[in-house]
């Protein structure tokens, strides 16, 4: 019979392979536009583009404010991971908190 591995072993694993894979790959992520920008071009009203308010943002862009080019994408993936793993946590939290029964109310 053969031991499965923890729960919190694979869990661990599991975040270490996506910030390798974020920071990694990330910085070869392909320059062309992506799918609306290609759609927008295309139909010929990329011109009417402005800027959100987001985009003076320290990751506006795909990309982190220190280093250029690949790690800058790298860093970008990396922190992207981070603050959608935090989200999850805090999430996964509130749910997982004890609700009052109908008669404590």
Do not use: H, N
Not at 52 to 73: E, F, Q, T
């Amino acid at each position: 019979m053969t031991r499965r591995p923890s729960t919190r072993t694979v869990l661990v694993v599991g975040a270490v392979l996506t910030v390798l894979v974020a920071g990694i790959l990330s910085g070869w992520g392909s320059t062309s536009p992506d799918g609306l920008q290609q759609v927008a071009q295309t139909l010929g009203f990329a011109d009417s583009e402005r800027q959100s308010a987001a985009s003076g943002s320290p990751l506006a862009g795909y990309a982190a404010p220190l280093g250029s080019g690949r790690l800058s994408g790298g860093l970008a993936g990396v922190l992207g991971v981070v603050v959608v793993g935090l989200v999850m946590v805090v999430l996964l939290s509130w749910l997982r908190r004890p609700r009052a029964s109908p008669e404590e109310r």
